[in-house]
DNA sequence: GTCTATAAAGAGATAGAC
DNA sequence: GTCTATCTCTTTATAGAC
């Protein structure tokens, strides 16, 4: 969560003095409001009480916008894939931190996962988040597969319809969450855990 | 599911002689291909084989193509709440009745609901879409609170926050689900009831 | 690091012919 | 019902001054 030393755009004084991570906290704000493609330069430099001209000394067209806030998405997903395997531990505690991981990640780095779920494709930045995003999915299937052989997984479903329930379930916390509100994260993994696992039908 | 009885453009012979309906197939097909703001009309002109003034013939700006769309979707989940006030029955069948009936609309109108799950708000048009899509949220809400209170509901969780974990699920089947695959909508549906009532652990 | 000015392309929409 | 041609506005991006 620390900003990145980056050797470029350090928090100088001058005029506002903006850093490479404001604008793309700025960006990523107005992409979600308005969509990525919907959202123009002139919008954008409105917000920053900047000139256009002036975004392009941080980031050197608009669709780096976007790859940066990608991968900030997806590195944290992949980060919590890392940690499951360092974890280890059995099939059933593995998904069930896969998936408490995944509404952590979701939530501390809300608009990057949220601008992450909605690219569909339409560009080489947005087709590569798509093979990394897909990756991903396919890890989380391998252990939900892991699980069912164990035992500790329904097995009249198909393994990959399941995944894609629950996964569909966790990310759509980006739809409503805010961190403003009244759930914790904590709260809200444990909750989605418990849904996931055993449902809604009271005990 | 038969075509709209409209009063204006028949299928008559003449040059390719595209009806409404045909148009705004193919515009939901780009829009949610490309996304609405990024599908111009010259996409669409290209897609249909017509000129751009064409399209005019049919719908008299962009923004309508969208609200048509909207309303099929709209129109076919609030037909589920009316199915469901007429039918009766438990709170815990009518939240069954919903849940599955909600699936069934998603796969008929399969396109249309990926759009109206699409929208944010950003125009007239979208906000209202918006307002009915939440008036739906609000009776299934009411009808989770229902059941929760005959028993049927586990009561260790929000009512909203299930209910919206919930449709989060059912929602998520948009971004996978294509007709020609191998689960049939009925199949589709009573997974998704056991995954939402009884969770993903084996029995 | 930020500005003004501008280039070049593409957008939504309309006019009027056939 | 469809066409060509065109209007006007906005878009991304660049040039060059300070």
């Known amino acids: 969560m ?41 919008m954008l430099s409105s917000r920053l009480g900047l000139s256009k001209a002036a975004i392009y000394h941080h980031f050197p067209a608009k669709v780096e916008l976007l790859r940066a806030a990608l991968d900030e998405a997806l590195g944290g997903l992949e980060g919590v894939l890392r940690q499951v395997d360092a ?32 690219v569909r494709g339409n560009s080489e930045v947005e087709r590569d988040a798509l093979t990394r995003r897909r990756a991903f999915d396919r890890a989380v299937t391998a252990l939900v597969i892991e699980a069912r052989n164990a035992g500790s997984v329904r097995s009249d ?21 805010r961190p403003e509100g ?18 809604l039908s009271a005990s």
């Open 2 to 42: 620390m900003s990145h030393p980056e050797p470029v755009a350090a928090p100088k004084r001058g005029r506002p003095g903006l850093s490479r991570h404001d604008v793309l906290e700025a960006a990523v704000a107005a992409f979600i409001e308005h969509g990525y493609d919907a959202t123009s330069m002139g």
């Open 87 to 118: 974890l280890g531990g059995s099939p059933e505690q593995r998904l069930a931190f896969v998936i408490s991981g995944a509404v952590h990640v979701l939530i501390e780095r809300l608009p990057y996962v949220t601008l992450l779920l909605r």
């Open 157 to 177: 479903i198909d393994p990959s319809v399941v995944t894609r329930l629950i996964f569909g379930m966790v990310n759509s916390i980006v739809e409503w969450y």
């Open 182 to 199: 009244p759930e914790s994260a904590d709260q809200l993994a444990s909750d989605v855990l418990a849904v996931a696992l055993e449902g």
